[in-house]
């Protein structure tokens, strides 16, 4: 539990001389397999790196540590949505993103520098602070996502948005999923300016009423979409009726908008509780696998139909989430860590989820990471050629592979 | 001249195999020596790779060859706004970007895909095509702004993005550039949802009035604010109240703004023009030394006036020009390549400039690249570790320095 930079370089330097792998943890919410040590070693956890070492309010940027947890930051820095627990060491490290993705993009759009310790214990900044600059290889972007196999990331400087002055939350119900995602498909292509864009399946709907509703409302149990909108005032009332005409021509009925907070909190709260409203109504000794991929846009509604099919034809009961606008969506498949029949088939319907992201050219892991979950799919999407590049690179920056062995 | 991914890998082959040079060629519109061959060699010139190979309309992207022009893609492309002859494969590998990238980022935010050839021929390409991935290194990101040093791209996927419903363009004169930048920053930081936001000095505007003006309009000879905004009608409405507002606060005066195409055309010109109005009123034998620089916002201002005074000290003529939404700025320099004084003083300019930069944390290059003509700086602006974990890239990636050599 290194205290700085330091501390950082100091145990790679011992790692480096003894050969002993290095796996950074941070807040341990990554789901594919990231963090854990197939070949020993030490586990570096980041978490007494926590601290904000500058807010530079005029530039738009703050300087911090690791071990930040991204909701405290959350009223000068709102860029991604993941796990609430997240560490921004890890947010980083995954590229991670969320709902808001649409809007701001992913991790790798927040990073103005990085200070990174490598294999052998030296370090380096990435850059210097300017928000723009054309100077040298994108180092920000070889280590964002790299999932500690590269380096190990001691501080970050985040680019800071503006809260928007105005914001507005929608749900709209729609007959089918193919609906709902093709009303999504024209929000998007007909450039309605939008926050954030989910869809929920009839499944995961119906899961949430089981829980009990979201503060006291209960939902149609129909693809729902979640929308929010920010802006100046007049632009969200724009988008909101934008949106809702778009939503009315491609059947959405139910539509629901809001600006108060009281009210756009029970209605987004839906979106937030699904992942808890799941786990609360599942039956004792099940466990949940949660996976995503990620398509090219007119894809999505035809995968995510057809992933609804083949759970339910394995007789598994599963939910759609989806962050429709990124053509990024999650299935959460619930089944018995008990039953060898029930392992073997959540395992056969991320396969199938995953060869027919890969057949749609779009990719094995829209936000997750590759981790050790989904390294077996890797090479299918990249070939030999892209991975053996990606190997020459791990290879010059880790050659005796100490950082995170066996994810990359 | 290939005119095909394969050719351009029968070309590299034979280069490895003989130890040749490569020096990929697009336009040549790039201005620091990016593609001159100071170690001879092949210019690969691919500009007959100049196929759109794909519009997926749905999918929001277009897959074209290298040697594309973006201003013929502009009716469905609107990323950037950069030299109108440029091509998509140096824009690529240069990241560039311009006026636009205030609201719509630098060329890296647009790759979704790239199809490469490696120093010794062999093909990869960086991803398939998803939106969002989160799926092993990010390749793109390394190829992007890498200016041939590392690989030749020879395809590329873009995102693309909707025109905007509606557009508004304003002007707003400041009695000085600390005002006018002070401005600048305060509606970034106020969050006015903008599209691009542009500063021309007082010479700069003063230059065009002698160049006759533009569309018939003379111009206050004062630093000038040039600002787009889009959006829905309303939104563009309250944008531009929004930033008057502001201007006037920070001193601005002779507010104009506009929304039909005629005027917006006639003022946003005097920007777009201005380059040409300093080469038509130079005098005969002179040159123009462009550059820039990025620095943090809160430092635009004070380096801006800095590099202004130095250059007039030096009794050099020189504009500048801001992209100063993203702290970037271009100070254009004329002087007579015949007389050695005013090389040495051009040089002493460009050098204090960027030695100014890295006080405040900034970047030696905000759009222009290394190059040749910023190569002396980059180490200044890195340091040597980072130098040194660039070198290892380059040498893993062309171990014998046959790409663009002598620009990294």
């Given at each position: 539990m290194p205290s700085s930079t330091e501390e950082v370089s100091l145990i790679a330097?011992?790692?480096?001389?003894?050969?002993?792998?290095?796996?950074?943890?941070?807040?341990?919410?990554?789901?594919?397999?990231?963090?854990?040590?197939?070949?020993?070693?030490?586990?570096?956890?980041?978490?007494?790196?926590?601290?904000?070492?500058?807010f530079h309010e005029d530039d738009l940027d703050?300087?911090?540590?690791?071990?930040?947890?991204?909701?405290?930051l959350n009223d000068?820095?709102?860029?991604a949505d993941p796990s609430p627990t997240a560490h921004i060491g890890g947010m980083v490290a995954t590229n991670c993103s969320g709902t808001n993705a649409l809007r701001y993009g992913t991790m790798k759009d927040w990073v103005v520098n990085l200070t990174v310790v490598l294999a052998d214990g030296s370090i380096i900044k990435t850059r210097r602070r300017p928000r723009k600059t054309s100077a040298g290889?994108?180092?920000?972007?070889?280590?964002?996502?790299s999932e500690g196999t590269l380096g190990i990331i001691t501080e970050a400087t985040l680019k800071l948005a503006n809260v928007p002055s105005h914001v507005g939350v929608a749900t709209v119900a729609f007959p089918s999923v193919k609906e709902a995602s093709n009303a999504a498909t024209a929000m998007i292509r007909g450039g309605v300016s939008l926050a954030a864009l989910?869809?929920?399946?009839?499944?995961?709907?119906?899961v949430l009423n089981k829980a009990g509703g979201t503060a006291g409302r209960m939902w149609p149990e129909k693809p729902t979409l979640f929308i929010k909108f920010s802006g100046s005032e007049r632009?969200?009332?724009?988008?909101?009726?934008?949106?809702?005409?778009?939503?009315?021509?491609?059947?959405?009925?139910?539509?629901v908008s809001a600006t108060d907070e009281k009210t756009m909190d029970a209605l987004w709260s839906a979106r937030k509780s699904a992942l808890w409203a799941m786990l609360a109504i599942r039956p004792e000794g099940t466990q949940i696998w949660s996976t995503d991929v990620a398509v090219p846009l007119s894809h999505l509604a035809e995968i995510v139909e057809q992933s609804k099919e083949s759970s339910s034809k394995l007789?598994?009961?599963?939910?759609?989430?989806?962050?429709?606008g990124d053509g990024n969506f999650h299935q959460a498949v619930m089944y018995n860590p008990d039953d060898p029949e029930q392992i073997e088939g959540v395992k056969r319907c991320v396969d199938t989820m995953v060869?027919?992201?890969?057949?749609?050219?779009?990719t094995v892991s829209g936000e997750h990471g590759i981790g050790l979950g989904k390294k077996h799919c890797l090479e299918k999407e990249l070939g030999t050629a892209t991975i053996g590049l990606m190997k020459t690179l791990k290879k010059s920056l880790d050659p005796h592979w100490l950082l995170n062995p066996g994810k990359s």
């Open positions: 330097k011992i790692c480096h001389k003894n050969r002993i792998p290095m796996i950074p943890f941070g807040a341990g919410s990554s789901v594919e397999g990231n963090f854990t040590a197939p070949f020993s070693g030490f586990s570096i956890d980041l978490s007494r790196m926590d601290k904000i070492i500058a703050v300087v911090v540590q690791p071990g930040v947890n991204w909701v405290n000068t820095l709102k860029p290889y994108n180092l920000n972007s070889l280590f964002v996502g989910e869809l929920m399946d009839d499944v995961q709907m119906r632009a969200v009332e724009d988008s909101t009726d934008a949106s809702k005409s778009i939503a009315t021509i491609h059947g959405g009925t139910e539509f007789g598994l009961f599963s939910t759609v989430l989806g962050h429709v060869a027919r992201a890969l057949e749609m050219d779009g």
